[in-house]
């Protein structure tokens, strides 16, 4: 056996399961469900679904897959385009995979990520057959260490059938120490989630699973696919700016200090972007409770101003996977990787107080967030964590740029076209025109803020004139609206490729 | 002194601050923040307000009016009359003060119920100028007994400037100790709520004051406007029955026991009618924990059938008033009051895995849920607590009869012209139709279990017609809408008064 692998193999009875990922693939079976781990692109199990992969090209198979969250190429654009895919849950983000579920080829059950333990726990995401688990190491107690991210695998870990490991020797053996891995009990069996600080350990360094269960162990040296995310441009600046601000501005009011309270910021350039603005600033002693941690989570550790990050999965450019995964020893003892289930959980976002940074694809002008339907009907990734955050967040914030397609499209609109987020959750809006804070206002109190502090100047004036028209049709309503007009800006756009009043046909 | 009152103020040094109703309400300073016991017309202030009532018709004055949630006449139909509220939240279920809403007459800010707590903490809502808090009693070391309701009360104490005190001698003495008073710390500082069980007491019998903050003890007599709900008829019946069975069948599928877990019952006549359909099942040793225990709930305690139950508020119907109020030591080991915060928090929802069942204004095909506004512009009553328990619910039920206004209103509708509760949040539909279970599901998967079980017969066909419709115009996408057309239902209600396609003008 490589003496890479040996090491790895804490447990060495278990040395006889090793196999080949086509063997692995071989043992999957047509109709059932398959947990994957994987959030985000980290941690993903790769080399078996490439077996997959093959496998495809001479048999017909089906499976639904679940997984932490996206996952890279290798499942979501590879196995789904093989035509392996029947159902996937509960978040994706690749550009095929989007396609397959937007014809109706692949059925997509997005949902909240805190929400999966307790589907697995009742069945209702089961029962999982196979569990595909990337790790990096299996200990001498068997305890499995997973790799970058932890995802929902411990609950699935604890559900499946069978598990499969990966064992992925690209991933530096410095990652062992780095997870902490807690499952709570049954509902009803259940004690406090003992965590009140963010910093805090509070299980063990890997999932414990039922070693029966172990299938079949393929060994990897598959690194993940890199972060997609652009770096920040000036837009994004400026509105980390006014999130800065807005920041200030909160401790002048005795509502923060200086080293604010537990960062949770999104998935996506534009939440990175905001984050990595706090490098310049006088903020200092700041600690992120997140889902992942992008690159602007480590460059804010490098700068001093992070001392803690806490997240389920850490998701790097390849510019910051080669800095960050050589160095991990560095970051050993300032970050911790847990279940998405203690990541996203609403006890512990409602105690630690969180401020919750999350991009909005589309927002009314009474609040209203669309996070994943373009125009009410095409999936574009999926909630993800955001509504877990948002609503039980000290502050809920979402960030998006004022406009899309080169102006051609209002980030703020009269109705949104699908809500993730209702008018109740959405405390705080930053887009690069200005910030809005909504923060104990009525529906008609929040409009001026909206459409004067952040809609674009070119449609500023096409949004009074619908809200000064829905107050006049509905007699002052509690929530003024058109009703023959809400959805007349995205029907335009489908026409005219533009939601400007003014143009006519395209 | 009267020796009722003397008997009910424990704390003898209080007796020089008693004062007229008159006399307090003078002490109401204009354009302040007032805070208010009261939830659902049980526990509320009630000669305060109404002696503001009276000083309004010879001076003009406004107050910002916070509450625990809907209160009786006295403030939300007299008090609002009179001119005298700006803003009102965070909930509220009377016809004048609604309509005084939709004129834009008073601003409402509709909110959680259990986010109240911390917008109190963070100032939002505030500076709280006076707390206007209806007691049973002050103990002899300082803590002031709640009625029959403790909302918002505890944390409004702890923020406001000044309290005052209607204490209320007409609520039998019996109260005391039944309640269960427990404030979490400030996020951050904060501890788990200690709460493993609905039954646990963790607080103490009262709240506790700085009682240089009590400016003025008004006593009272007045008792709480009775609840409003109608009694169960065929329909709630049969939607109960219909609940019952998906029980049976879950406790099959293993996934519940027979004693089932927690339940909520939403404010309402067809959640309570639904609650009172377990009388003459065989479920028993049942737990309720809820926001308000409506008559149902004590008729499932005389009946036997619920061994505990817990919520922030007791509100009953004249009858039941009579019964409940005039034996309340028979049901004092049963019943335990708690803050709202307590009652709605996500941290106990979640932990003890309640089962959740409220009401919805319409739904649609995609299971979406409308609990507020009336064709996505006019307020009914407000989120209220539906938003806290049907998120973090184990299972959030909805009901709704398929149908309003004797056939004209389909409660099933192409899209919702208001969402309050998303896709994420909604997992069982009840109708008197039939009962659609999307746990699991996707957008697409979801659409005929709820046509089909869910919607009333003579709009089956026309949701089909648009659905399949959407389909094709969206090429299968993952949430098929025809934008044009998916608020058209309501467009054809306001101009023809009818959801009918058939039917031309009316």
Redesign the interface.
């Known amino acids: 056996m490589d003496p890479r692998v040996e090491k790895r193999l804490g447990l060495k009875q278990l040395a006889e399961k090793v196999v080949s990922a086509q063997e692995a693939a071989a043992l999957i079976e047509d109709g059932t469900v398959v947990a994957m781990s994987g959030f985000t692109r980290a941690g993903d199990a790769k080399v078996v679904p490439m077996a997959l992969v093959e496998r495809a090209k001479n048999e017909k198979f089906k499976i639904d897959v679940y997984t932490g969250a996206s996952l890279g190429p290798e499942v979501d654009n590879y196995l789904a385009d093989a035509g392996v895919i029947n159902?996937r849950g509960p978040f994706q983000g690749d550009a095929v995979m989007r396609g397959l579920?937007?014809?109706?080829e692949i059925?997509?059950?997005?949902?909240?990520l805190s929400?999966n333990a307790?589907?697995v726990r009742?069945?209702?995401?089961g029962p999982i057959k196979h569990l595909i688990l990337e790790a990096v190491a299996i200990t001498e107690d068997g305890l499995i260490i997973p790799t970058n991210s932890v995802g929902n695998s411990p609950i699935f870990a604890q559900y499946a059938e069978n598990i499969i490991i990966e064992l992925n020797i690209s991933h530096p053996e410095s990652l062992i120490g780095i997870h902490d891995i807690y499952v709570?009990a049954?509902?009803?069996q259940?004690?406090?989630?003992?965590m009140?600080?963010a910093e805090q350990r509070i299980g063990e360094i890997g999932i414990r699973v039922d070693l029966d269960k172990i299938q079949a162990i393929v060994v990897s040296e598959e690194p993940d696919a890199p972060s997609l995310i652009v770096p920040p441009d000036e837009e994004t600046q400026t509105m980390a700016n006014l999130l800065l601000d807005f920041f200030r501005a909160e401790i002048k009011?005795?509502?923060l200090t200086n080293e604010l309270?537990p960062l949770q910021s999104g998935v996506g350039s534009v939440a990175n972007a905001v984050l990595d603005g706090f490098a310049d600033s006088e903020f200092e002693n700041l600690v992120v409770a997140s889902e992942v941690l992008q690159d602007a989570v480590f460059n804010l550790i490098d700068a001093g101003k992070v001392r803690f990050a806490a997240a389920t999965s850490i998701t790097l450019t390849e510019e910051l996977q080669q800095r960050v995964y050589g160095n991990l020893e560095k970051y050993a003892d300032k970050i911790v990787l847990r279940p998405q289930e203690i990541s996203n959980?609403?006890?512990l976002i409602?105690?630690?107080?969180l401020i919750s940074i999350n991009t909005a694809l589309e927002l009314d002008i009474y609040g209203?967030v669309n996070s994943t339907?373009v125009?009410?009907?095409?999936?574009m990734n999926g909630?993800g964590g955001s509504?877990d955050f948002a609503?039980?967040a000290?502050l809920g914030i979402f960030v998006t740029k004022s406009y899309a397609k080169g102006g051609a499209i209002s980030s703020i609109v009269p109705?949104v076209?699908?809500?993730?987020h209702?008018e109740?959750?959405v405390d705080v809006i930053v887009t690069e025109q200005g910030i809005a804070d909504l923060?104990?206002?009525?529906p008609?109190?929040r409009v001026s803020l909206i459409i004067e502090n952040c809609a674009h100047p070119d449609f500023k004036e096409q949004l009074w004139d619908y809200y000064n028209r829905?107050?006049e049709a509905?007699?002052?309503?509690?929530?003024?609206?058109i009703?023959?007009e809400?959805?007349s800006w995205?029907?335009n756009l489908?026409k005219n490729k533009t939601m400007k009043k003014e143009t006519t046909n395209a």
């Open positions: 159902k579920i937007n014809k109706g059925s997509y059950v997005d949902a909240h929400h307790e589907l009742q069945g209702i995401i709570p049954e509902q009803g259940r004690e406090p989630i003992p009140t600080n009011a005795g509502r309270m959980h609403p006890e409602r105690r630690l107080g209203n339907h125009s009410g009907t095409k999936m909630i509504g609503r039980n000290r109705m076209s699908h809500v993730d209702t109740h959750d923060r104990g206002l009525a008609k109190e829905a107050v509905t007699g002052n309503a509690q929530t003024p609206h009703l023959e809400a959805l995205h029907v489908a």
